[in-house]
């Protein structure tokens, strides 16, 4: 099985063995520089590189090209071109240009731009980013060579995810660059982010998937009651694969590894039907793209195997949501994790150093960091005691925590004890290493040994704003470091100085205990930690003169960019939870209603014949049953007329602000209002009229 995986793995990828193989030197090399320096591209290597691929992708039946990019919707977006072109003796002949290669001009006119430029502005431009390599992927339409490409106005203005973290990246090299200098390091001559994001997702029958309007049309279920078992026996977790997700894991790594995805890890998540998958790390820009791509080929396979994958932040009440763990290092070309610990963590300053600026930055800007995890599924998650609160806040474990109070205290740390060791007992069974630090769960950001572990990113979105945050706060701790350390005459001391007052200043962003407790919200307050529970209520941290002089300062996001990613939150937002409610007044008016009628007629008659067959019959049962499911229905038939009249009032606010406001305070709650009476009419009305599967058929059913 191993020599297979090594021959598959990466086949279908315009690798940098392949483009040794198919390349001349001398363009390959002019690639490289432009890929590991960002030197400019010249155009004749990029009509070479056109070439070479082309022929590659048509080698392995490619007959269409695609710019692959991802806007301002957290999926993907593409226009299919085939490589064919008409002679004069009208033949055709295979080709693809460097020009071709390098733009595209898709329509950018239904795409989100937040006002970037106006509907009749139909002009849009991808440019191919040579950073992440091109791909072949097969499906129904056959093999299409995908080139992954920056998405951009007509006047130049980023319209989607990719710009922006190919620009923090660029910036977080130049002042990590800046603070190794100081340290005496001049061999690394480029470092990058290293992500690892971990995906979360539910599987479902296909069948019963396609009996749910909710779940077709805003993927999760706006109804339903638990059933009698969830996930209290806790044996679902890390549970035995059932065969029919076994055989779509199988073919869906096989999917990922030919296109050169690194799919590592697979097993049962807390919920019952809810699942993982995590890559080996790779550099964010690459890692973000391979995320979409694991999103999609698990959509795309489930459907093979008559399922349906749940990417929804919740897409079931009362059981864990899905998040999506975003796992952040800082990689050097030389092979270096600059926030890897060792043995003697206390002895290393560098270390220190780059580990304090991101705790600095994390408290300065922690809403900032808030706003690049939020969307409206999210607000179902965040805090329900199964994910990170809304509150940022930093675990760093005991160990490292006491090591930062002798620094600020002493201006020096003289270390912990020594690792301890595990001794289980059982002669057979060799010692362990403890870990420097417990895990966690409730911290949003959590130091793990050598890397820090974002876990608030909701699991349908792209990693590529948070990513873009993390390197771009950092990046401006780092400056302000770099900025005060070259002006030192004693740098050694100067270090030592700013680490303690550092820590002192930013201490308050550590909390190593249980984020889940009422008295750590009460603590964060007192701490002066914002509380930001909503998308609605995090959104306006994106325009704040401070997040805008941020992003500014290191060319990541310019003032128009942030406002119009500001209005392009406010309107997902908006458009989301309006196609719930109106998914509600659909779901309740000709389903749900009608059934509990003809349910009510059923019992009434029942009564009747009953009375009439026996007049001295005890009919307190049915009776029952009646007022009940009568009460209820008069509940929900209210509850509908406020939800109707609160959807009509909606699309009257003008200013996305007050509608997304709007949405939040009066149309959510009345949604929950709906679904209360109809969640407990399903406890009591005959399985066979309620017009759904239930949650016990959906979640168990495989």
């Not at 001398?26 to 070439?51: C, F, H, M, Q, W």
């Not at 699942?275 to 795309?300: F, G, S």
């Not at 206390?346 to 969307?375: C, E, P, W």
């Amino acid at each position: 099985m191993s020599e297979r995986l090594t021959d598959i793995f990466g086949i279908d990828v315009f690798s940098d063995a392949v483009m040794i193989e198919k390349l001349p030197k001398k363009i390959y090399l002019a690639l490289r520089k432009t890929i590991e320096n960002g030197e400019e591209l010249d155009p004749s290597v990029a009509e070479v590189v056109a070439n070479a691929m082309k022929d590659w992708a048509i080698e392995h039946g490619a007959t269409h090209y695609t710019h692959w990019f991802q806007p301002m919707t957290s999926i993907t977006a593409e226009k299919h071109d085939s490589f064919l072109s008409p002679t004069s003796d009208g033949k055709i002949i295979m080709e693809f240009s460097g020009k071709e290669l390098i733009k595209g001009e898709p329509d950018a006119s239904s795409f989100p731009s937040g006002g970037l430029r106006a509907t009749f502005e139909a002009r849009g431009y991808t440019a191919w980013d040579c950073t992440s390599p091109a791909f072949l992927r097969e499906d129904a339409l056959g093999v299409t060579l995908c080139i992954p490409t920056a998405f951009c106005s007509y006047t130049g203005e980023a319209l989607d995810m990719k710009t922006p973290l190919l620009r923090s990246m660029e910036a977080l090299n130049t002042q990590v660059i800046r603070i190794l200098r100081l340290f005496g390091n001049t061999e690394v001559t480029h470092v990058s982010p290293s992500v690892g994001p971990e995906q979360e997702y539910f599987l479902v029958d296909k069948a019963k998937y396609l009996k749910r309007d909710d779940l077709i049309y805003s993927g999760r279920t706006l109804f339903g009651a638990m059933p009698p078992k969830g996930q209290e026996m806790e044996d679902h977790y890390f549970g035995c694969i059932k065969e029919r997700v076994a055989s779509f894991m199988k073919e869906l790594n096989l999917e990922l590894w030919k296109m050169g995805v690194t799919a590592k890890t697979q097993h049962n998540e807390a919920a019952p039907a809810q699942h993982e998958l995590a890559p080996i790390y790779t550099t964010a820009n690459i890692a973000t793209d391979h995320n979409q791509l694991v999103m999609e080929c698990m959509k795309r396979v489930a459907n093979r195997h008559n399922l349906a994958c749940l990417l929804h932040e919740k897409p079931f009440a009362g059981v864990n949501g899905s998040g999506k763990h975003n796992n952040w290092s800082i990689l050097t070309d030389t092979g270096v994790n600059l926030l890897k610990q060792g043995k003697t963590p206390h002895k290393n300053t560098q270390f220190l150093l780059f580990l304090t600026a991101v705790i600095k930055a994390v408290d300065l800007y922690g809403d900032i960091l808030r706003v690049s995890a939020v969307n409206p599924g999210n607000d179902h998650r965040l805090g329900e005691d199964e994910a990170p609160p809304a509150i940022i806040s930093i675990f760093l474990g005991s160990q490292l925590e006491d090591l930062l109070n002798q620094v600020m205290e002493n201006g020096e740390a003289k270390g912990n004890e020594d690792y301890a060791r595990i001794n289980m007992g059982v002669h057979s069974i060799p010692e362990l290493f403890k870990d420097g630090a417990d895990r966690n769960r409730t911290s949003p950001f959590a130091f793990t040994g050598d890397k820090f572990e974002f876990r608030m990113v909701g699991s349908s979105m792209s990693v590529g704003m948070a990513n873009t945050v993390i390197n771009t706060i950092v990046a401006d701790v780092l400056c302000d470091m770099a900025d005060e350390l070259e002006k030192a005459k004693d740098f050694n001391l100067a270090v030592h100085e700013l680490l303690r007052k550092t820590i002192r200043d930013h201490k308050r962003i550590i909390f190593n205990g249980n984020g889940y407790t009422k008295e750590w919200v009460e603590e964060a307050e007192r701490r002066g930690l914002p509380n930001l529970k909503s998308m609605v209520e995090a959104i306006p941290a994106l325009v704040t003169d401070k997040a805008i002089a941020l992003f500014e300062r290191h060319k990541v996001l310019s003032k128009s960019e942030l406002y119009a990613r500001k209005d392009v939150l406010y309107d997902s937002y908006c458009k989301a939870i309006n196609i719930e409610a109106k998914t509600m007044i659909m779901m309740a008016s000709v389903q749900y209603i009608p059934a509990v009628i003809k349910y009510t007629k059923l019992l009434a008659e029942t009564i009747n014949s009953v009375r009439n067959a026996m007049p001295e019959a005890d009919l307190y049962v049915q009776k029952d049953l009646l007022k009940e499911a009568s009460r209820l229905l008069s509940e929900t038939k209210t509850a509908l007329e406020i939800l109707q009249r609160y959807v009509s009032e909606a699309v009257t606010k003008t200013r996305l602000e007050e509608k997304a406001e709007f949405f939040y305070q009066k149309v959510r709650p009345a949604m929950i209002a709906l679904r209360t009476p109809i969640d407990a009419l399903e406890c009591i009305v005959d399985k066979e009229l309620w017009p759904v599967p239930s949650y016990g058929e959906l979640l168990y059913e495989l």
